[in-house]
């Protein structure tokens, strides 16, 4: 099977069964870690409590809902728990199509593809997620920056008396969702964990002759409009956060150009000594 091209319809068969098999290991992955979604959810919840100046509340709407967040968490843990598996299961699907020396760095693609995915993930819960929360709640706190008397009054160094002026400011209290919360946070760590992973997918199609390091700086300017849009998809609503998604899209993006130029120079310089030689060989047979 690995040295002779399936046909189509082996080809979906194979397909078929190999997503059977992640679906089964997907599934115990879930249900593996549904018993300790409590700690899961403190560990997801961090990023919140550091960036809030008092101990944070989140609520919920309905009875069901804890469970269901529950259910959630456990489905986003069982993704990355499954991670490897499921990029083995890639790697053997697309493993016949490629050469002998190719097919050697399935170890390789599949401990790489998990490390990266890791990165990501670790990215976003340590920095973009922590400095997000502080950024955005920082509007509730700091509601000095919107009182006007304040601001005049502190140039001249006076108190402002709130019922002379009769003017007084609004207090405004975070009322965060459990389920919403809980939505976004688990959205972006898979979401940045699946960014860290174009270097290696460039990787792959330069290798399979998809792309080339040339095509791909090619598209870099339109990559940049793709960067900003899917980050103001996934991220939200906010400059600073969408800014912190697409620069590692940026990033990864160059850095899989230049996994794609050592590529395809490695295959060009190999494919030129092939054809020297095959230069001699063609002389040396010659009669002449």
């Not at 965060?176 to 270097?199: C, D, S």
Request: net charge positive; charged share 20%; glycine share 4%.
């Amino acid at each position: 099977m690995d040295e002779k091209r399936l046909p189509f319809l082996e080809h979906l068969y194979e397909l078929r069964d190999r997503l059977v098999r992640v679906a089964i290991v997907l599934a115990i992955s879930i249900v593996a870690c549904f018993p300790f979604a409590q700690h899961i959810f403190d560990f997801v919840a961090q990023p919140l409590v550091s960036g809030m100046k008092t101990s944070p509340s989140l609520h919920i709407q309905t009875p069901t809902e804890v469970f269901f967040v529950y259910l959630k968490l456990s489905l986003a843990a069982g993704c990355i728990l499954a991670a490897p598996y499921i990029l083995y299961q890639i790697w053997m699907f697309v493993a016949p199509g490629l050469y002998k020396r190719e097919r050697r760095i399935g170890a390789a693609f599949v401990f790489l593809g998990t490390f990266f995915f890791l990165i990501g993930i670790g990215f976003a819960y340590y920095i973009v997620l922590p400095f997000g929360f502080a950024y955005l709640l920082g509007y509730a706190y700091e509601r000095e920056h919107f009182s006007v008397l304040e601001r005049v009054a502190g140039v001249y160094n006076l108190q402002v008396d709130y019922s002379v002026a009769q003017f007084a400011r609004a207090v405004i209290k975070p009322t965060i969702m459990m389920e919403k919360y809980i939505a976004i946070v688990t959205k972006l760590l898979l979401a940045f964990g699946l960014v860290f992973e174009l270097p290696l997918v460039l990787y792959f199609l330069a290798k399979v002759r998809l792309v080339d390091h040339r095509k791909l700086w090619k598209f870099f300017r339109y990559w940049i409009v793709i960067a900003f849009l899917l980050a103001a998809i996934l991220t939200p609503p906010d400059l600073i956060t969408q800014a912190m998604m697409a620069a590692p899209l940026i990033v990864m993006y160059l850095s899989g150009i230049v996994v794609a130029w050592v590529v395809t120079v490695r295959r060009e310089r190999r494919e030129a000594k092939e054809s020297r030689a095959m230069g001699y060989d063609e002389e040396d047979d010659d009669p002449s």
